[in-house]
Each structure stands twice: as structure tokens, then as C-alpha cells.
């Protein structure tokens, strides 16, 4: 079921990569999203994804507030 609270990536350069992730027994990629630079994602998690991946520079806004991951150097 999906829950009540949303996820919301704000990409900060250009490719970052939104990867969702199965829930259940094995954990597999089953989504990629590429967000270029000022692109918006908002996400729930669902019964088919139980955990993320972000790749590249952006900002993961949340309910345990603000994180910024960073781009490979
Ligand atoms: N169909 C996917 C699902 O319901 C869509 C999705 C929800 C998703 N949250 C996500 C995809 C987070 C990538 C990242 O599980």
C-alpha cells in the first residue's frame, strides 16, 4: 500500500538518476528515472518499491528533512 508521505528529488545537475528499488525477498532495480538539472520528482513509496537509489547531485527532501547527495568526482 502506498503510503501517506511523499519523497520529493530536486535534481541539481543534469543525468541524476532516480532508481527504485523491489520490495520482498530480493531487492532489484525496477525503475530509473533521469531528472536533468532543476527537474522535480516526487515519490511515494509503494508496495512494489521499498527503498531508493539516488545517483548524482540533487536534494532529497523528506520527512527526516533535507539531504544532498553529491556527484562522483
Ligand atoms: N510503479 C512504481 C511503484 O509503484 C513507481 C514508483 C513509486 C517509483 N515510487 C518510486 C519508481 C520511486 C522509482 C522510485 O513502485
Redesign the pocket.
Known sequence: M?QTEYIIIRAQEDGVN???LTRGNDTKF????KLDKGEV?I???????SA?KIRGKAEVHSAYGIIESESKK
Open positions: 502506498a532516480v532508481i527504485g525496477h525503475h530509473t528515472e520528482m515519490a511515494q513509496f509503494t508496495e512494489h518499491t531508493m
